[in-house]
């Protein structure tokens, strides 16, 4: 069995498992107690008045004694005050100390130090951001009696204080240390408005957020402001970029606007095919989207092309607005065919489904949210979840087939400026 840890009333540590002692630094030194303190909750109210004791008594000795101590300092009354332990602020009764040759207060170390929340803000806010509300707060903290300090107001406030930091961090963030080889980018409903989220997908597979823009409608002139701040932070789409998305007119301009021929355009086949089958009749969609998602599955670009032109043909004399639906970007849903590389990242670029997963994460910490006041308060909202979700982003399903893909995306880019240097 290991030793539990239990604190006398003279401060001496005894029985502490070797483990969690070789972990300790050493006791005299200020910081090191202030952190075993408040790591123990339960003990951590008589370990204050037992670390403020004998602070007191190194600086003015023992009570009632006039040896001992420092040379000029003593005892001066009883002071009301407050430490924080863990989240909870706490009320309590100390003693201060004097210098009187120079007549002024001695600060206690161990206090100023109590003073201050040790990481409260970042267990608040994980807390809130996972679910806790303002409110509830109070009666979902740590037990310890007299707590105070924790109102909604003042949750709240402090919620506001890291959630802030969140978004200053994700809006300010370089990108120029990482490589990306594809850029995927989609809209989230979020309350009235549209949050569109661009996450890029480095050599090695990793997925990190780029950032996101607030916006009515994916609108060419709003998603172009957005990729030329992701350009500005340091994205470098010059030797190429696939580019997944769900085939938004606004967001396919401004991809050509801003990246021109550096990027090359994977429409989301999902897409493709729902908004194919939600023109015929609800009898018939199981049976064309199931045909529909075989010709796509197909391994190459020319047997993929020739499954897909043989189903308009059948398709053309049951519903034309379907047909209109199929042709609209065809091409552009078989990027990955004619690039060679569907075998083997297909499935993690033929869709726009890494991004879907991350914003239904998303929804889970942001949806219990019933009213939003301010743009502000959405966009801390968003900047806050996304990083809290990103650690727990896997790598990309093939990533080792990346290379095949850079080089692809490459050779077709200088395709394209040999094209435009021919016709110049």
Not at 33 to 51: C, D, R, S
Not at 120 to 126: E, P
Not at 225 to 233: P, Q, S, T
Not at 341 to 358: D, H, M, P, R
């Amino acid at each position: 069995m290991k030793s539990v840890m239990r604190i006398h009333r003279q401060g001496k540590i005894k029985d502490v498992n070797p483990a969690v002692l070789a972990t300790m630094p050493a006791a005299r030194d200020v910081d090191s107690t202030v952190a075993l303190i408040q790591a123990l909750i339960p003990l951590g109210l008589q370990a204050v008045a037992e670390a403020l004791d004998a602070e007191v008594t190194t600086l003015a000795g023992e009570r009632y004694r006039r040896t001992g101590g420092q040379s000029g300092l003593v005892r001066w009354g009883r002071q009301q005050g407050s430490v924080y332990l863990a989240d909870q602020k706490l009320p309590i009764t100390y003693t201060r100390v004097r210098d009187l040759p120079r007549r002024q207060e001695v600060p206690l170390q161990t206090y100023e130090r109590l003073r201050a929340p040790r990481a409260a803000d970042a267990g608040l806010f994980g807390k809130v951001l996972r679910g806790l509300s303002c409110r509830d707060y109070a009666a979902c903290a740590e037990a310890v009696p007299d707590a105070f300090g924790l109102s909604a107001s003042s949750v709240s406030r402090r919620f506001i204080r890291a959630s802030a930091r969140h978004l200053q961090t994700l809006c300010e963030r370089r990108l120029e240390s990482e490589t990306f080889v594809a850029l995927i980018v989609d809209g989230k409903t979020f309350a009235d408005d549209t949050i569109v989220i661009a996450l890029g997908i480095t050599t090695t597979g990793e997925k990190k957020i780029l950032g996101f823009v607030q916006t009515a409608t994916e609108n060419e002139s709003v998603c172009a402001a957005f990729l030329r701040g992701l350009v500005e932070r340091g994205l470098r789409p010059a030797d190429g970029l696939l580019c997944v998305i769900d085939g938004a007119k606004g967001l396919r301009k401004a991809i050509q606007t801003v990246f021109g021929h550096h990027a090359v355009v994977q429409r989301c086949q999902w897409h493709k095919r729902e908004n194919v089958v939600r023109y015929l009749p609800h009898a018939q969609q199981a049976t064309w989207r199931r045909r529909l998602q075989h010709a796509y599955e197909r391994p190459t670009y020319a047997e993929a092309k020739a499954a897909l032109l043989r189903l308009r043909q059948e398709l053309r004399p049951v519903n034309l607005s379907a047909v209109h639906s199929l042709e609209e970007g065809l091409e552009e849903t078989l990027t990955l065919h004619r690039l060679g590389v569907f075998a083997t990242l297909g499935v993690s670029f033929k869709t726009t489904n890494c991004l879907e997963s991350l914003n239904a994460q998303l929804g889970q910490m942001t949806d219990k949210v019933d009213h939003w006041r301010t743009s502000d308060q959405k966009h801390r909202w968003v900047a806050s979840a996304l990083l809290a979700i990103e650690p727990r982003l896997r790598r990309i399903k093939g990533f080792r087939s990346l290379p095949l893909l850079q080089r692809a995306v490459y050779a077709d880019v200088q395709g394209h400026r040999r094209d435009d240097s021919q016709i110049a």
